[in-house]
């Protein structure tokens, strides 16, 4: 079992930054990756940004170049993650989601609300 603990969320006005954390605790030597994902309202949820334990990160088209995803210094292993956000615009509006992913399960936290107003 893995629980996911975020923080980091608010309100923010257009071209602002927020900066999100996750951390990881239980079976995290099993995390093979962590990542965030969102979901703003009336959508689905669409991933946002992922590491893994090797350091290895990807990207949506709509958050690259503003946001970036990092990890705890931890060789080969992923246990907490940041979500730095800058330039953010009002359609990153949306409650921010932690991710991880073992070998069989996924996990997620509870939420954190990200809004951005115009």
């Known amino acids: 079992q893995v629980q996911l603990v975020e923080s980091g969320g608010g309100l923010v006005q257009a071209g602002g930054s927020l900066r999100l954390s996750c951390a990881a605790s239980?079976?995290?030597?099993?995390?093979?990756?962590m990542g965030w994902y969102r979901q703003g309202p009336g959508k689905q949820r669409e991933l946002v940004a992922v590491v893994t334990r090797g350091g290895s990160t990807s990207y949506a088209d709509s958050v690259k170049g503003r946001f970036t995803i990092s990890r705890e210094n931890a060789k080969n292993t992923v246990h907490t993650v940041y979500l730095q956000m800058n330039s953010l615009k009002p359609d990153d509006t949306a409650v921010y989601y932690c991710?991880?992913?073992?070998?069989?399960?996924?996990?997620w936290g509870q939420g954190t609300q990200v809004t951005v107003s115009s």
């Open positions: 991710q991880a992913s073992t070998w069989y399960d996924t996990y």
């Open positions: 239980g079976s995290i030597v099993l995390i093979n990756s």
